[in-house]
């Protein structure tokens, strides 16, 4: 079953003792109700599913074509996911990018993915805009044009994806390229989606228009629409649009290949540079998505690794410390699948070690039933997560879209649901011994590169000889559409009459321990999001102490007076709830998710850890260990290293300037005194706010707060405040050189504001043209124009204090010198020229439709509620956010952009291979400073 896919989320079921716990029984797969839709059929064989929700202003549109990587022609591995990207060109009516012009720029975004198994289009737009958008997905299916330019430029953004995702990303080959390699044999799933470079380059623009007449026809296609709109509008538009493609008379190939039975182990053992710490990766074949079996391998696999009491963690994570992250993956399909475990080792661990540890623990899988206590947390498990994802129409439609698809039955999802709660402890072991069997397995040990090594340093992976690929086969005379003239062209439908949206509404009140408690109903699915906020956070870490309130809220959730790490996630995760902790910069939280039923025992559990942390040595350790080798990974990542960088370049040692997550020096010098002392610093009801999102009233939330809180009583302790400077760090061209590096992460960074900043919503509106979105000028330059990045944004960091500016993109080596020179002429240019009326309103949409979106599902509600309740803004503002962007003019923007985007003193950073730029850069730079990525030193101001 797909579920793994989603964040699976976890609870409890408390006794009245506080710290004993019994499982929570499995929850019914009838306690969720079954996805309610029509369906049709057309005549040329479009498969039409409506699920209809007047509850939500927004309508989604999904199609979905049976194709995928696995149907790539020979030679031409990434062919489907190139295409995807191809779709969203010009149509016989609509211009190139149309589709964005369509979506986001009236608050709605879009997006697509490829899949082994399809490919989906997928756009969530304010449902008085349904009828554009169907007229434009039955464009696209009909009459898509496919021109040299617009192919080729698309090809490059495809290989700087490559570039990014595989390449310079730490343990990129191993999952888009290796897993998939070792896999199979004979099926074509052997190929990795993104495909490789070579085979992008040898594409030909007749391949692609070959490939589209091929699979892109009605009787290939599902559409599914899920959201607000009349049933009978919607049944007549689909038949104006769609109804009229005509059905090709060729045969879609299908793959029909057999992948052979494994039965003897194959292990392979490479080197690759940019690899922080060692990992392993054990797969073992599994039968189709729809087998019977699937029901118990879903079982298993939330045992294995779905939250902190699963077997992986707690023993490979916690209790030995051997991995840094230990997982597996259901990755079922349409066709024969894989059930892979795997481990990041931990600093100084080896990968033979870990690879006996995985194993250790599938043999208990197969040696040993399940407890019924693990049973049943696993079954409730995955139903929160099916909970959740149904939470928003988008959510919906995709459940019986990839029902279709996998599964040829768009009840599937929830047949499978019933299927797991029948699952029992017998039928996991079952599985285990069929499937998960030591000559079945295909193991890589995935090592950092030896540099002393001479040679060579890797088995080879490469997809097998004998996996059958087929060349593609011209389907007769394919028509080569070309865009129609302006006076032929039909131009799209206009919006409907708008629905309107309403803001989330909460209540309030306060506890006599001056705990604020604010309540927002949501009675729409049984769910409840509890979040519990403090005052203080990483602005407050001590100048060598970087790192010091993430780490002590992390620790929250390891260990209280009554409660040691392991019950308080065994409590938590068998009702199939989640708990977790974390900082920012501003405040500290715990948050918990739950089926609402199971309120009490949450919030009983969420009580006990902010209240009475015990900050254990050995749970220190553990979890400092953890964060620094965390952190390893993330400064291997150029593009995350120079986020980094720019942060400490910009802003310096004010609050926001170092790492949040600390560095591995200034983690190793912090010290239970500085943990418990952070810790009184923030957490006392008077600084704290409890936030409840759900299926709860105001009465119910009262009575929850006051059995948990009202008795809690802590000093304030007055933190030190964070020191202003008297002036910034003055600007920088710093490159941080990574010998090899996949890709060059690129970063213009400069100070910015403070969220209470009069300015904010014009800089905001500033930001968002600057780089917000698919269509913003960044983007729109470096990947559209230009293919030179798969993606480039801007960020406006605000907060209590003021917080960083920046501009980013990551792109080959060769080109980070002109993506700079790009990022800078757009700051400059919006601060010196107006920004039109018609590109202003856009903007704006894009910012409304953002926050609508935000707070669509209970969690993300009670995450806006927690951001401005830290930032300290008034909840009074959720009303006014549309009225305060939309009142926001072109003169407003020019004055926030002229003052806040103004380049001359913004820092550059560039972290990449440096000889492969730095000469370039430096015609501009010519003092920019050189930095080897090992030498550098996040701890301080100066880098150095």
Do not use: C
């Not at 939500?56 to 049976?66: A, F, G, K, L, R």
């Not at 014009?762 to 960044?778: D, E, K, M, W």
């Not at 018609?838 to 669509?856: I, P, S």
Request: glycine share 6%.
């Amino acid at each position: 079953m797909r579920l793994y896919r989603a964040a699976l989320l976890l609870g409890v079921a408390l006794l009245p003792l506080p710290a004993i716990a019994q499982t929570a029984p499995a929850t019914s797969a009838s306690a969720i109700k079954p996805i309610a839709f029509t369906e049709r059929t057309l005549a040329n064989g479009l498969r039409v599913y409506a699920i209809r929700d007047t509850s939500t202003p927004n309508v989604s549109v999904q199609v979905w074509y049976d194709v995928g990587s696995k149907d790539d022609p020979a030679g031409r591995s990434g062919f489907a996911h190139m295409f995807e990207h191809l779709m969203f060109k010009a149509t016989r009516n609509l211009v190139s990018e149309q589709m964005d012009r369509l979506t986001e720029d009236v608050g709605g975004n879009n997006n697509a993915s490829t899949n082994d198994d399809y490919t989906e289009y997928h756009e969530t737009i304010p449902a008085n805009h349904l009828q554009r958008l169907l007229f434009a997905e039955a464009d696209r299916m009909a009459a898509l044009v496919v021109e040299p330019k617009s192919f080729a430029s698309e090809r490059d953004v495809v290989k700087e994806e490559l570039r990014q995702n595989t390449n310079a990303r730490p343990y990129g080959k191993l999952f888009s390229l290796y897993f998939p390699a070792i896999s199979y044999t004979r099926h074509p799933y052997a190929r990795g989606t993104i495909g490789s470079l070579d085979n992008l380059q040898s594409a030909q623009i007749d391949d692609v228009r070959a490939f589209h007449a091929t699979y892109y026809r009605p009787d290939n296609a599902v559409l599914v629409v899920s959201g607000n709109f009349d049933s009978q509008q919607l049944d007549a538009w689909v038949d104006q649009y769609f109804a009229g493609i005509k059905r090709p008379t060729t045969p879609i190939p299908r793959v029909t290949v057999a992948e052979p039975e494994r039965t003897a182990a194959t292990h392979y053992v490479v080197r690759e540079a940019n690899t922080p710490l060692p990992a392993v990766m054990i797969s073992y074949p599994i039968p189709a998505d729809s087998d019977p079996d699937n029901a118990a391998l879903t079982v298993l696999n939330a045992v294995l690794s779905q939250g902190e009491s699963s077997r992986l963690y707690e023993t490979l994570v916690y209790r030995d410390q051997l991995a840094q992250s230990a997982e597996s993956v259901l990755d079922s399909k349409q066709g024969p699948g894989n059930l892979a475990v795997f481990a990041i080792l931990a600093g100084g661990k080896q990968a033979s070690d870990g690879e006996t540890a995985l194993r250790r623990e599938v043999a208990r899988l197969r040696d040993t039933p399940v407890s019924a206590a693990e049973l049943a947390e696993a079954k409730n498990e995955i139903l929160t997560a099916a909970l959740e994802s149904r939470e928003t129409a988008e959510g919906k439609g995709r459940t019986i879209a990839s029902s279709v698809i996998i599964d040829r039955d768009p009840r599937a999802a929830d047949r499978q649901l019933a299927a797991i709660s029948r699952v029992t402890a017998a039928d996991i072991q079952r599985v285990a011994t069929k499937y998960l069997r030591d000559e079945r397995s295909a193991t890589i040990q995935y090592l950092p590169e030896d540099p002393a090594a001479k040679a060579p340093q890797n088995d080879r992976i490469e997809v097998a000889s004998t996996v059958v690929v087929k060349p593609l086969v011209i389907p007769g005379t394919v028509e080569v559409v070309t865009p129609a003239t302006a006076a032929e062209r039909i131009a799209p439908p206009p919006a409907g009459p708008a629905i309107a949206a309403n803001a989330p509404a909460p209540q309030e009140f306060k506890l006599a321990n001056g705990l604020r408690v604010v309540v927002v109903e949501k009675h729409d699915l049984p769910l409840l999001s509890a979040l519990l906020i403090a005052q203080g956070g990483g602005a407050l870490d001590p100048v060598d102490r970087a790192g010091l309130g993430s780490l002590t809220a992390d620790l929250m959730t390891k260990g209280t007076k009554t409660r040691s790490a392991t019950e308080i996630a065994r409590q938590i995760e068998s009702l199939g709830g989640s708990i977790s902790s974390g900082a920012s910069f501003d405040g500290s939280s715990v948050n918990v998710t739950v089926k609402s039923d199971q309120a009490a025992p949450a919030l009983a559990i969420l009580a006990d850890v902010a209240r009475n942390p015990v900050f254990a040595s050995e749970e220190i350790e553990r979890a400092r260990a953890q964060t620094i080798d965390g952190v390893q990974v993330e400064i291997k990542n150029p593009s995350q290293l120079a986020g980094l960088v720019a942060a400490r370049a910009a802003l310096g040692d004010t609050a926001y300037g170092h790492p949040l997550s600390g560095t591995p020096s200034s983690l190793k010098a912090i010290t239970q005194a500085d943990i418990h002392r952070a810790y009184a610093q923030a957490w006392a009801p008077g600084q704290s706010t409890l936030v409840l999102v759900g299926d709860v009233t105001p009465a119910q939330a009262k009575t929850l707060a006051e059995t948990n809180f009202a008795n809690w009583t802590a000093p304030v302790t007055q933190a030190k405040a964070a020191t202003p400077i008297a002036a910034y760090p003055k600007p920088r061209a710093i490159v941080v050189d990574m010998p090899g590096s996949g890709q060059a992460g690129v970063v213009v960074a400069r100070p910015g504001i403070a969220r209470s900043d009069a300015a904010y919503y014009p800089a905001a509106v500033a930001n968002t043209i600057l780089g917000g979105g698919f269509s913003s000028r960044l983007n729109q330059e470096i990947r559209i124009k230009r293919g030179l990045a798969y993606g480039a944004g801007s960020s406006l960091q605000v907060g209590r204090n003021p917080g960083a500016i920046t501009a980013r993109t990551s792109t080959k080596n060769p080109s980070a010198p002109e993506t700079v020179s790009i990022i800078l002429a757009e700051m400059k240019r919006l601060g010196a020229e107006p920004v039109t009326a018609a590109e202003l309103e856009t903007r704006k949409a894009v910012l409304v439709g953002n926050f609508g979106r935000a707070t669509e599902t209970t969690g993300g509600i009670a995450g806006t509620i927690g951001g401005y309740i830290v930032q300290g803004v008034p909840l009074s503002e959720l009303g006014q956010y549309t009225r305060s962007v939309s009142a926001v003019d072109p003169a407003a923007v020019q004055a926030a952009a002229a003052k806040l985007l103004d380049p001359t003193v913004a820092s550059v950073v560039v972290v990449g291979d440096a000889k492969l730029f730095l000469a370039e850069l430096r015609k501009t730079y010519p003092d920019a400073e050189v930095i080897p990525a090992d030498a550098l030193k996040l701890d301080s101001a100066s880098l150095k």
